[in-house]
């Protein structure tokens, strides 16, 4: 079984500043990593997404996260935000292969406020 | 074209009620879900479903029961539905293969009152 803790409930960050939102797995198996992220009254849309291969991965919105595996991490980063980046934040992980019936397994989520 | 709806978008009914959320999906996937959002924002899967196979998460009381008329449906269907039933259930899909990588409806907000 795999669980997922990210550790801020809440990160009230000013515009244009960097951030970093953690996020740590524990798992007995091989996991694919996802960060998704959950604007006000809407669903869920994929950031981006570790599968194998480069530890540093690229998403949409200037949004990357890097995978350290001897940590077991996988933390959200943004060099400047915008008041548009106000949202929650979930990571999630899914076992490898043989896995999909168990769907993802999310974290708690950290609510990202961005202070003008 | 939106990937994976549903439909309604807001429910709210008396307990003791019997209800039907409507999902699909247009992306051609093998699998589909149901998540619960309980207020905190805590997402816990309820169902996966492919056409062989219907896993339910122990925890899901029977008065949950999902229906797939064909592969790009899953309609969650919910009887006597209880003042703890209040939340936003969310249908999702993804490929039958890793990495499992799922798209999400746009949420329906049930509230039992």
């Known amino acids: 079984a795999q669980s997922v803790t990210q550790l801020d409930s809440q990160v009230p960050v000013f515009e244009e500043a960097p951030v970093e939102l953690r996020c740590n797995y524990s798992?007995?198996?091989?996991?694919?990593l996802f960060w998704y992220v959950q604007y006000p009254n809407q669903g869920l849309q994929l950031l981006l997404k570790y599968l194998s291969g480069s530890t540093l991965v690229k998403g949409i919105n200037g949004f990357e996260a890097e995978f350290n595996k001897s940590q077991t991490s996988f933390h959200l980063r943004k060099p400047s935000v915008h008041i548009s980046d106000t949202a929650e934040y979930f990571c999630a992980v899914s076992p490898g292969a043989g896995g999909g019936a168990d769907g993802l397994t999310f974290g708690k989520g950290t609510h990202l406020i961005i202070q003008p | 074209d939106t990937a994976v709806s549903q439909t309604p978008k807001y429910l709210v009914t008396q307990m003791g009620n019997d209800k039907s959320i409507k999902c699909e999906q247009n992306l051609g996937h093998d699998t589909m879900y149901w998540y619960k959002q309980d207020s905190k924002k805590f997402l816990k899967i309820m169902f996966s479903y492919n056409n062989k196979e219907l896993i339910i998460n122990e925890t899901v009381p029977n008065r949950f029961s999902p229906k797939s008329p064909d592969k790009a449906h899953l309609n969650l269907h919910i009887n006597s539905l209880e003042l703890g039933d209040s939340a936003v259930y969310f249908c999702a899909s993804s490929q039958g293969g890793p990495p499992y990588e799922q798209y999400f409806g746009p949420g329906t907000r049930l509230t039992v009152t």
């Open positions: 798992s007995s198996v091989s996991v694919y």
